[in-house]
């Protein structure tokens, strides 16, 4: 059973950087791609940003350029660097992982797609 558990999150002023990780245990982690999915009460979870087995990356228009995603095979780990932060930002940061069988998947921001997910580890942005 895949298990996912965040850390870092916390409270920050606009504009400072915050980093989360995420560590992946229960299967082979290279066997998994990996994401960020953010949600504020009252609206669907959306997602954040993705990276395949082999690194390949995508994000939300919304953080592009300030948001880096990033994994450590080797550690069975997943980050986010998340700089110059916005109010915008504050939510529930969640983990999520999907299993990916074929040389490649779907480089997905549905969260109907993924199949595992953290308890999630919030963040706050005040202006």
């Known amino acids: 059973q895949v298990q996912l558990v965040e850390f870092g999150g916390g409270s920050v002023q606009t504009g400072e950087s915050l980093g989360l990780a995420c560590v992946h245990s229960g299967a082979p982690f290279t066997m998994y791609y990996m994401a960020w999915f953010r949600q504020v009460p009252g609206k669907e979870r959306e997602g954040v940003a993705i990276?395949?087995?082999?690194?390949?990356?995508n994000y939300a228009n919304s953080v592009k350029g300030r948001f880096t995603i990033s994994r450590d095979n080797a550690k069975n780990a997943l980050y986010l660097q998340m700089n110059s932060l916005k109010p915008e930002d504050t939510g529930m940061y969640y983990c999520?992982?999907?299993?990916?069988?074929?040389?490649?998947?779907?480089?997905?921001?549905?969260?109907?797609?993924?199949?595992?997910w953290g308890q999630g580890t919030q963040v706050t942005v005040s202006s």
């Open positions: 990276i395949s087995r082999d690194h390949i990356t």
């Open positions: 999520a992982a999907k299993p990916c069988y074929a040389s490649v998947c779907t480089l997905s921001m549905s969260p109907l797609n993924y199949d595992y």
